[in-house]
């Protein structure tokens, strides 16, 4: 078959038959490393101040050759640099999650998948099983601990806040003592709010700025609460809450203007202040997370920052959400192995 008949095929395909040709061609391409050139992406943003040591944040950094990185389809050239202070050798994905990647062309089709919130061995599909689910569940939690540190920038005019709960969970632990392994998430034992809830804040201005972050086990706390968002709130904010006795007490000791709407629902609207916009996205961060059937505990705050970029880019799988995603999760330091994530604990 000549290059004109293969055209001719490919016209046919569908768009989804169309993507899958086109991974498949870039998959068995020699030299090609990460699409739409985003290492020069990644390096220009990170360096834009000037060179910067990873390990020791010293400014004295030098060019120091390049190196050969082996890869599935062949050898890739990359920078390497020095820094002078500490001696130490480093290139531009040093302290990322592609840090020492053998499989760099799947993670933009990686990336694909998890704008599209994929279960792990859908993904695994979805790249023709050449990674295993087990390897992607540390690519996906290498990228959601650099998306998480995306700083929240402080809120405007009128902020919605209110709080929302997760059943605590150990899931993928194999020896959970006090109490028997729940299936597909479970039900808790005790009515109303316990410790065996997780609470979860998420504030909101009518800029679409977002946080959303664990508290801890059980009844949201004023202390809790100020650690958490007491940086991003100033007197010139007016607050929507509901009626729980926390957000009052922490609006009347920060001088805030305070708007109280009552669970019963019986006055949800007072003018323009509301809380409609926080619960809104309580009910599709709810739905979003069912599809995984009871998330560890431990991490919880990775997947809610998962969604909270998910949700700012309205859940579309452009080329610009894909490079974004890839660039962004690549400008902050992930120094997490595959140990440390699997041993980690829930602590709050």
């Known amino acids: 078959m000549d290059l004109k008949e293969l055209k001719k095929l490919a016209d046919t395909l569908d768009d989804n038959g169309k993507r899958e040709l086109i991974y498949y061609l870039q998959s ?7 699409p739409v050139r985003a290492i020069d992406e990644i390096q220009e943003q990170k360096h834009k101040d000037g060179l910067v040591c990873p390990h020791c944040k010293n400014h004295s950094v030098v060019r120091f050759g390049k190196y050969a990185v082996r890869t599935r389809t062949g050898e890739v050239k990359r920078q390497r640099y020095r820094c002078k202070s500490c001696r130490q050798t480093f290139n531009d994905l040093t302290n990322t999650p592609l840090q020492r990647t053998r499989r760099p062309h799947m993670w933009v089709r990686f990336i694909e998948c998890m704008i599209e919130s994929f279960s ?10 050449e990674v295993t689910h087990v390897t ?9 601990s650099a998306l998480k540190q995306i700083p929240t920038e402080a809120f405007q005019d009128i902020v919605e806040m209110d709080e929302t709960y997760f059943l605590y969970s150990e899931k993928g632990k194999r020896n959970i003592a006090k109490r028997k392994p729940r299936k597909r998430g479970g039900k808790t034992k005790y009515r109303g709010i316990s410790h065996d ?12 700025m977002t946080y959303s972050g664990v508290l801890g086990r059980g009844r949201i706390r004023t202390t809790k609460l100020d650690e958490a968002i007491g940086g991003h709130l100033s007197d010139s904010n007016v607050l929507c809450t509901d009626s729980w006795r926390a957000f009052s007490s922490y609006a009347n000791s920060k001088g805030m203007t305070h708007y109280r709407f009552k ?10 202040y509301h809380i409609q916009n926080v619960n809104s996205y309580h009910s599709r961060l709810k739905k979003w997370m069912d599809r995984f059937n009871g998330v ?7 997947y809610l920052a998962w969604f909270r970029y998910l949700d700012s880019k309205e859940y579309e799988n452009t080329a610009s959400n894909k490079k974004n995603m890839l660039v962004k999760s690549c400008l902050f330091t992930v120094t ?9 604990a829930y602590s709050c």
């Open 336 to 344: 997490d192995t595959n140990n440390k994530l699997r041993l980690s």
């Open 28 to 34: 068995r391409t020699k030299g090609v490393a990460l």
């Open 120 to 129: 792990l061995r859908k993904c695994a599909e979805q790249l023709n099983d």
């Open 296 to 302: 560890a505990t431990k991490y919880l705050q990775n």
């Open 136 to 144: 992607l569940f540390y690519w996906r939690h290498k990228i959601l």
């Open 263 to 272: 669970s019963d629902g019986k006055q949800r609207v007072k003018g323009v």
């Open 197 to 208: 809830q997780v609470c979860v804040l998420v504030a909101r201005d009518r800029q679409k």
